[in-house]
T-cell receptor, first 108, second 113 residues
Framework: GIQVEQSPPDLILQEGANSTLRCNFS?????LQWFHQNPWGQLINLFY???GTKQNGRLSATTVATERYSLLYISSSQTTDSGVYFC??????????FGEGTQLTVNP | DTEVTQTPKHLVMGMTNKKSLKCEQH?????MYWYKQKAKKPPELMFV???????INESVPSRFSPECPNSSLLNLHLHALQPEDSALYLC????????????FGPGTRLTVL
């Protein structure tokens, strides 16, 4: 099946810093989603981005499908950005395959 | 409205108990999913329902029994669970199976004693 690798596995930032999270995948995908899982376990949809670039406030994402990677940018990080960020992809089947996640800690 | 709701938020049960988890969405989605998530791991797919019919069972033990009474509701019936079944159980929905964005509920945190 498709392999999804996220990097870095852990990231610690000071409030106000910027960061880039990466997701590499091993095969062509028709769907790609970025999620933020907060400390209470809720998976929050950040972006649905099989290709191209999107922005939502301080967050933006870019997927280069031909090169099989996606990037999530977080600018001016806040303590509420802490949590786990998951990339999930889907190929022609119906299964959403998740990466192992990036654990982000933003310190005040 | 992109909300998926789940009840209860927390559940503690013994190995001989029978309990049910409930999931509801009112987005008109025709695909619904159950996932299991252990600590510090990504969600793992358990079941997929499409148009109220079971489409995928990821070789889940029979002590987990899903049910989709109508297009808005999804249940997961639990019986004779083991302590290793303790996890966060997440429900999700999408417009159609295999396509479109998936939206997740807040989860039920299950502890089996």
């Amino acid at each position: 099946g498709i392999q999804v690798e996220q990097s870095p596995p852990d990231l610690i930032l000071q409030e106000g810093a910027n960061s880039t999270l990466r997701c590499n995948f091993s095969d062509s995908v028709n769907n790609l989603q970025w999620f933020h899982q907060n400390p209470w376990g809720q998976l929050i949809n950040l972006f649905y981005i099989p290709s191209g670039t999107k922005q939502n406030g301080r967050l933006s994402a870019t997927t280069v499908a031909t090169e099989r990677y996606s990037l999530l940018y977080i600018s001016s990080s806040q303590t509420t950005d802490s949590g786990v960020y998951f990339c999930a992809v889907r190929t022609s089947g119906s299964r959403l395959t998740f990466g192992e996640g990036t654990q982000l800690t933003v310190n005040p | 409205d992109t909300e998926v709701t789940q009840t209860p938020k927390h559940l503690v049960m013994g190995m001989t108990n029978k309990k049910s988890l409930k999931c509801e969405q009112h987005m008109g989605h025709r695909a619904m999913y159950w996932y299991k998530q252990k600590a510090k791991k990504p969600p793992e797919l358990m079941f997929v329902y499409s148009y109220e019919k079971l489409s995928i069972n990821e070789s889940v033990p029979s002590r987990f029994s899903p049910e989709c009474p109508n297009s808005s509701l999804l249940n997961l019936h639990l019986h004779a669970l083991q302590p290793e079944d303790s996890a966060l159980y997440l429900c999700a929905s999408s417009q159609l199976q295999g396509y479109n964005e998936q939206f997740f509920g807040p989860g039920t945190r299950l502890t089996v004693l």
